[in-house]
């Protein structure tokens, strides 16, 4: 998309759900973990909550491990009082008997998240807790309007992962490698991307992944951050990657003080 097209009039939202959680266990082995409660509500539901608020009403969830309970739990959007919003599926175990992994199961849902005239979408975990993050319709523009195949948020790099991910240019590019005197940041898992980046040359798996490729996202990111058509930004808001039950234990802990 060239520099001065109009904005995307509507933006879908992509929640990944499907992972195993398998440094949750036994907790994730009869519950999924994005259901998985924080603060009294599943953990999925804070940011699918947030997306509402923003005004996205038209959203994806991939499932696969034990998938039927988060579409028992959220096939009616009546419990969060929304009749506005529309949430679509992405059955990766029903269709195909295992996870498809972040860019297979990403491609796998692409024909429900964007066309080539309306090709932004946000992505993000569901298994982050950001309670503060906004998805601000504002910040898509830019982005649908900026050329750039994707948009990441890193945030500081929590205790669990001191060698972070990606960096920041001065210019805004993401960059695979830190400068001298810079730092690589922990990508937090929410970000806008470009239908393009799912389909050749940048992917190789069939639109709509029909063959049930499973692939990991991070080769495709580091391959277009390489090119230059990578934007990001750091949050410094709350975040966490609940990913283990001590973690779920501590943001548990949180709300009863």
């Known amino acids: 998309m060239r520099l001065g097209t109009p904005p995307v009039p509507t933006v879908r939202a992509m929640i990944l759900a499907a992972g195993r959680g398998e440094r949750m266990r036994p907790l994730t082995d009869h519950t999924p973990k994005p259901l998985l409660e924080v603060g009294g509500k599943p953990l999925m539901q804070w940011p699918l909550e947030a997306l509402l608020r923003a005004g996205l009403t038209d959203i994806v969830i991939n499932t696969a491990w034990l998938g039927e309970q988060i579409e028992e739990r959220f096939g009616s959007l009546a419990r969060l009082d929304s009749d506005r919003a529309t949430l679509r599926y992405s059955a990766e175990e029903r269709d195909f008997g295992y996870a498809l992994e972040t860019a297979g199961g990403i491609a796998r849902a692409l024909p429900l998240l964007a066309s080539h005239e309306n090709d932004v979408f946000w992505a993000i975990a569901g298994d982050v807790f950001t309670p503060e993050f906004t998805f601000a319709r504002e910040t898509a523009e830019r982005f649908s309007i900026s050329g750039k195949l994707a948009h990441l948020w890193l945030v500081p790099n929590p205790s669990h992962k001191a060698k972070g991910d990606f960096?920041?240019?001065?210019?805004?590019?993401?960059?695979?490698?830190?400068?001298?005197?810079?730092?690589?940041?922990?990508?937090?898992?929410?970000?806008?991307?470009?239908?393009?980046?799912?389909?050749?040359?940048?992917?190789?798996?069939?639109?709509?992944?029909?063959?049930?490729?499973?692939?990991?996202?991070?080769?495709l990111l580091r391959s277009a951050i390489q090119a230059g058509h990578v934007s990001a930004e750091l949050y410094r808001g709350p975040w966490t990657d609940v990913g283990t039950p001590e973690r779920l234990a501590q943001l548990n802990a949180q709300f009863e003080q």
């Open 167 to 219: 960096a920041i240019d001065p210019a805004g590019l993401a960059l695979n490698e830190a400068p001298a005197g810079g730092e690589l940041h922990t990508f937090s898992a929410i970000a806008l991307y470009r239908r393009q980046l799912f389909e050749p040359p940048w992917c190789t798996i069939l639109t709509g992944n029909p063959q049930g490729t499973a692939a990991p996202l991070a080769p």
